[in-house]
């Protein structure tokens, strides 16, 4: 008889609901720059006058909604350790969006992508020191 394989990212752990979660609220907020920049630029922290220079904004919702498409595949395809590269990926990305928005208005409007820097560092850390569930299995 052989044993059903056990996922690394199991469909009914927190961690992979987290995951999950955190891909759609990346993928909303791609769509929404993309289908909306002038809305959406703001948001971003940098306010922008409608003109090619919204091209920007529609630029991150197209990198956004890239991240969130590969971080929901590798969700699907129980690719743990992809998704820990996504999550470290996203953070990096967040801390470069904080120097960007840092130098052209101020460390204020700047703070929520390092609000997201510390979410996401902390997520990929807590989700890669987190021992996926047939380490358990092999150690009983």
Not at 4 to 33: C, K, Q
Not at 38 to 46: D, L, T
Request: hydrophobic fraction near 60%; charged fraction near 10%; proline fraction near 7%.
């Amino acid at each position: 008889m052989t044993k059903p394989m056990i996922r690394t990212l199991p469909f009914d752990a927190p961690s992979t609901w987290v995951a999950a979660l955190a891909a759609v609220v990346f993928l909303g907020l791609g769509l929404r720059a993309l289908l909306d920049p002038s809305g959406a630029a703001p948001f971003f922290g940098v306010a922008l006058d409608p003109g090619p220079g919204l091209a920007f904004v529609q630029a991150f919702g197209a990198r956004n909604i890239g991240l969130a498409l590969v971080a929901l595949a590798l969700i699907a395809l129980d690719a743990r350790r992809g998704l820990i590269a996504v999550f470290f990926a996203a953070a990096l990305i967040a801390c470069l969006d904080f120097s960007i928005v840092a130098s052209h208005t101020d460390a204020r409007h700047a703070a929520k992508h390092l609000a997201y820097v510390v979410g996401l560092t902390g997520f990929g850390v807590w989700f890669a020191l987190r021992p996926p569930p047939h380490s358990a299995e092999s150690a009983a």
